[in-house]
Nanobody
């Protein structure tokens, strides 16, 4: 299983970006997917997650501005980022947690995509 993140870039404060994470390969069961930050030397930080049932969670800092979604038919997860602020600047990583048909928990990460918000 591979995750390919894209959609990052440079945008002015107040602007929008949409991140995408395409999942390739077969996985028996997806528990949840999400977007995280991980700056060098810092702990991983949750941005947003979405369960297989569609339940979403958000970091307080992005509530009301970011929306996470999934298109199962396209094997793609999205993060719509609106009203971007300079403090949103970071590398965003997509994640998938699931289970194999043998009952083993799996945890996959995509490469990061850089989001830079200028003031």
């Amino acid at each position: 299983v591979q995750l390919q993140a894209s959609g990052g870039g440079l945008v002015q404060a107040g602007g929008s970006l949409r991140l995408s994470c395409v999942v390739s390969g077969t996985i028996f069961k997806i528990n949840d997917m999400g977007w995280y930050l991980q700056a060098p030397g810092k702990q991983r930080e949750l941005v947003a997650t979405i369960t297989s049932g569609g339940t979403t969670t958000y970091a307080d800092s992005v509530k009301g501005r970011f929306t996470i979604s999934r298109d199962s038919a396209k094997n793609t997860m999205y993060l719509q980022m609106n009203s971007l602020k300079p403090e949103d600047t970071d590398v965003y990583y997509c994640n998938l947690r699931g289970r194999t048909m043998f009952g083993r928990d799996v945890d996959y990460w995509g490469q990061g995509t850089q989001v830079t918000v200028s003031s």
